[in-house]
């Protein structure tokens, strides 16, 4: 195949923060795979740019049914662009099943790199972002959320979740209930549009703001979990070290393992092996 597909990040709010290179695919683009032809529109008279592609929508519902046809242009040599409404395709939007198809097809897949919820929240949490996790949006069912947040309870990266703001309320004090009042969080509102807002706290604080009502897109960010250290003895220590060997670690996998489970020092649960092994 010749052709090729271009995964474009599409303005959380603001049109300035679109570069020229997606002004650019989007006025020479074959094919505009689109989520919404009105946002498409709209976006276009923003940048005012003129678009001579043929315009196609591309959301949830018709994904399935509109692959054959954008794997035929792609193949007679055609530039598919691909936008979504917000950010960027795949991350919990429309675009998986394509670059999927693309992919195994042997179509030139590229990107125009552009805004997203997800790190501009991380961004703006004043929470711990050097590691991190995705979560997408949350179960809709309570006892479904409660036990997404419960596989989660030990987990240290910081947590980012999309939420709809009538279920908030209801997310966050869930998140509470599970996670812990005073887990710190920060629920992000329309980020870069006119009424951004950022808020900031424990979760069961956000829970008694958010239930007086909340509107917009919601971002919502999650601290991990904090460090927990197992107060263990030195025969303890070199005796879960000896389990992990027997299990079939190396000495230095079977230390590394003791280390996180149990939060201590790595000196510590070596020199407990070493004393162990001391006449």
Do not use: N
């Amino acid at each position: 195949m010749s052709g090729r597909l271009v995964l474009g990040g599409a303005p959380l709010g603001q049109p300035g923060d679109v570069g020229p290179r997606l002004r650019a695919v989007m006025a020479t683009a074959d094919v505009l795979a689109v989520e919404d032809t009105r946002r498409l529109h709209r976006l276009a008279a923003d940048l005012e740019v003129t678009f001579t592609g043929r315009v196609v929508t591309f959301h949830e519902s018709v994904e399935q049914a509109r692959l054959p046809g954008l794997m035929a242009a792609l193949a007679d040599g055609a530039t598919v662009l691909l936008l979504t409404d917000a950010g960027m395709p795949s991350v919990s939007d429309p675009g998986y099943t394509l670059v999927r198809a693309a992919i195994e097809a042997g179509v030139d897949i590229t990107s125009v790199p552009g805004p997203s919820a997800v790190t501009t929240a991380l961004a703006v949490s004043g929470l711990p972002v050097d590691r991190f996790c995705f979560e997408g949006f949350l179960p809709r069912k309570a006892g479904e959320r409660r036990s997404t947040f419960a596989a989660l309870a030990d987990e240290r990266r910081t947590m980012v979740f999309f939420e709809s703001p009538h279920r908030l309320a209801d997310a966050l004090a869930d998140a509470a209930a599970v996670l812990g009042e005073d887990r710190e969080a920060a629920v992000c509102r329309e980020l870069t549009k006119t009424y951004e807002e950022i808020r900031r706290g424990g979760l069961a604080e956000l829970a008694a703001w958010a239930a007086e009502g909340v509107k917009g897109e919601i971002t919502l960010v999650v601290a991990g979990a904090p460090e927990r250290v197992v107060e263990l003895s030195g025969a303890e220590l070199a005796a879960a070290v000896a389990a992990e060997e027997a299990a079939g670690a190396t000495r230095k996998e079977a230390i590394r393992a003791v280390v996180t489970r149990t939060g201590l020092p790595k000196r510590t649960v070596f020199d407990a092996v070493v004393a162990a092994k001391t006449p």
